[in-house]
T-cell receptor, first 114, second 116 residues
Framework: DGGITQSPKYLFRKEGQNVTLSCEQN?????MYWYRQDPGQGLRLIYY???????QKGDIAEGYSVSREKKESFPLTVTSAQKNPTAFYLC?????????????FGSGTQLSVL | AQTVTQSQPEMSVQEAETVTLSCTYD???????LFWYKQPPSRQMILVIR??????QNATENRFSVNFQKAAKSFSLKISDSQLGDAAMYFC?????????????FGPGTRLSVLP
C-alpha cells in the first residue's frame, strides 16, 4: 500500500542537540511538506518542497532545516537554534503543488525536550 | 494573507444525532479549494471532504456534507447520524489558487466529542 512513513513516532532531544525526523513516501508525489502542530492550534508550515533539490521556507522555518535529495524522502532537522521544539510534527505530500490536490499525511512524530 | 477561523473550540453531539461545525475564511480570491480534515486520537490526519469554490453544489461524502456559502465565506461541515468513531479534532483548511507550496492554511480546529 502507498503512503507516507514518518519515524520515529517519539523522539527526545537534549539541550544543544540536533535531531532529524524522517519522512518517506512511496506515492510518487512531487510535493512534500513539514508542519508543526502545537496543542490547541492548527498546523503551521515549516518547509515545503515542490520538486527534488528544491525547497522553500514556510511560516516558521527558523531553527529548522530540510533536504530533498530524493523524490521520496524529505527529512527535517530540528537544530539547537529552535528554542521551543516540543511539538507534534506532521509530514505531508501531494501529487503536485497545484490548487486541487489534497494533502496526504504521515502518522506524525512527537518531539519532546529532555 | 488568507485566514481560516473555527469559532467552536469544542463541541459535543449525541450518538445518532446531527452536528454542524463552523468555518469561516478570509480571501480576496475567487477560485480556491476548501477542505475538512479529521484528526482522531491516533493523530493521523484524514481527509473528510473537499469543495471547489467555483462549484455551487455542496460536496457530500456519505454522512458528511458541507454548506458552502461563497459570498459569506463560510464552509460548515454537517455530520449526520453521528458515530462514536467520529470523535476527533476537525480542521478546516483553505488552499489558495497560486502554484506555490505555501498555499494551505488551516484553522485552529474543533474538538468533537460523541456521547453514547
Amino acid at each position: 500500500d502507498g503512503g507516507i512513513t514518518q519515524s520515529p513516532k517519539y523522539l527526545f532531544r537534549k539541550e544543544g542537540q540536533n535531531v532529524t525526523l524522517s519522512c518517506e513516501q512511496n506515492l510518487n508525489h512531487d510535493a512534500m511538506y513539514w508542519y508543526r502542530q502545537d496543542p490547541g492550534q492548527g498546523l503551521r508550515l515549516i518547509y515545503y518542497s515542490q520538486i527534488v533539490n528544491d525547497f522553500q521556507k514556510g511560516d516558521i522555518a527558523e531553527g529548522y532545516s530540510v533536504s530533498r535529495e530524493k523524490k521520496e524522502s524529505f527529512p527535517l532537522t530540528v537544530t539547537s537554534a529552535q528554542k521551543n521544539p516540543t511539538a507534534f510534527y506532521l509530514c505531508a505530500s501531494s501529487i503536485s503543488a497545484q490548487k486541487r490536490e489534497k494533502l496526504f499525511f504521515g502518522s506524525g512524530t512527537q518531539l519532546s525536550v529532555l | 494573507a488568507q485566514t481560516v477561523t473555527q469559532s467552536q473550540p469544542e463541541m459535543s453531539v449525541q450518538e445518532a444525532e446531527t452536528v454542524t461545525l463552523s468555518c469561516t475564511y478570509d480571501t480576496s480570491e475567487s477560485d480556491y479549494y476548501l477542505f475538512w480534515y479529521k484528526q482522531p486520537p491516533s493523530r493521523q490526519m484524514i481527509l473528510v471532504i473537499r469543495q471547489e469554490a467555483y462549484k455551487q453544489q455542496n460536496a457530500t461524502e456519505n454522512r458528511f456534507s458541507v454548506n458552502f456559502q461563497k459570498a459569506a465565506k463560510s464552509f460548515s461541515l454537517k455530520i449526520s447520524d453521528s458515530q462514536l468513531g467520529d470523535a476527533a479534532m476537525y480542521f478546516c483548511a483553505y488552499r489558495s489558487p497560486d502554484n506555490y507550496g505555501q498555499n494551505f492554511v488551516f484553522g485552529p480546529g474543533t474538538r468533537l466529542s460523541v456521547l453514547p
